[in-house]
Nanobody, 124 residues
């Protein structure tokens, strides 16, 4: 099993920045791709960004491209999501996910482990 713990959420004004962290523990050697998803009230969980084990392959949702950056530090078993130019529509609970597969994926079903989420609120 792999445990994921997110941190870094909070309240920020529009235009501001936040950095989310996702610390993995347990059988982390089994983890390859890592991703971030988010879920706003009364909406489906949606893909935000993903990164493969080497960090050389990343993919982003169109809505965050150019504003968010995903990265990882395998020595620390931690993934990050740098969020800049935040907008009120970015308000959601952000979830970290990890998958045993090597390919980055935008699909919820592609990930095997999930964190509990961290709330991000962007005020206008």
């Amino acid at each position: 099993q792999v445990q994921l713990v997110e941190s870094g959420g909070g309240l920020v004004q529009a235009g501001g920045s936040l950095v989310l962290s996702c610390a993995a523990s347990g059988r982390t050697f089994s983890v390859n791709a890592m991703g971030w998803f988010r879920q706003a009230p009364r909406k489906e969980r949606e893909f935000v960004a993903a990164i493969n084990w080497s960090g050389l392959n990343t993919v982003y949702a169109d809505s965050v491209k150019g504003r968010f950056t995903i990265s990882r530090n395998n020595r620390k078993n931690t993934a990050y999501l740098q969020m800049n130019s935040l907008k009120p529509e970015d308000t959601a609970v952000y979830y970290c996910a990890a998958g045993r597969g090597s390919d980055v994926s935008t699909a919820v079903a592609a990930y095997d482990y999930w964190g509990q989420g961290t709330r991000v609120t962007v005020s206008s």
